[in-house]
């Protein structure tokens, strides 16, 4: 299974120590140049930590033949959504809302980072998701209450 992601989530995992759970669930873990770039931009929180750990899991995307409806969306999430095609990827990791629909119109499957983390717990790789949800939020990475308290719902926490 291979999953692309996109800078946003990826932050949001390597904050709370969870990067490694990609590679538990994953096969393939894949991100376009432009989120890389995006992840490790001096002061990004964790910008060394992804360095290392997207080294070898960044792929050049060319968005020159392809036609996509933006809808404001930036370099990121437009490749990544590329990739996520041209693989036929399992996932598409990102946490952006608006990027969110316009994968779902896209006929992506897109999962956030908390939909990850509830992942991990259903298999058992983690216990609970409240704590990394907790660092993620104190973290000033934004995840609504909404979103935390029906994750937390979803995973009888």
Known sequence: MIIVA?????VALAVCNGLHLLDALYQQVRVPRAVFEECVIAG?????????????KTVDVDLSALVIT????????LQAMALY??????????DDQRAKKVAS???IK???SLGLLLRAKEKGLIPAIKPYATIIQQANLY???VVVN???RLAGE
């Open 143 to 145: 995840l609504s209450d």
């Open 70 to 77: 933006a809808n404001g969306l930036g370099a990121g999430e």
């Open 110 to 112: 897109a999962i956030g």
């Open 150 to 152: 029906e994750a937390l």
């Open 105 to 107: 119109l896209n006929a």
């Open 6 to 10: 996109d800078s946003s989530a990826l």
């Open 44 to 56: 990004k929180p964790a910008a060394e930590k992804l360095r290392a750990y997207l080294s070898d």
């Open 85 to 94: 095609k041209h693989l036929n990827a399992q996932h598409l990791l990102i």
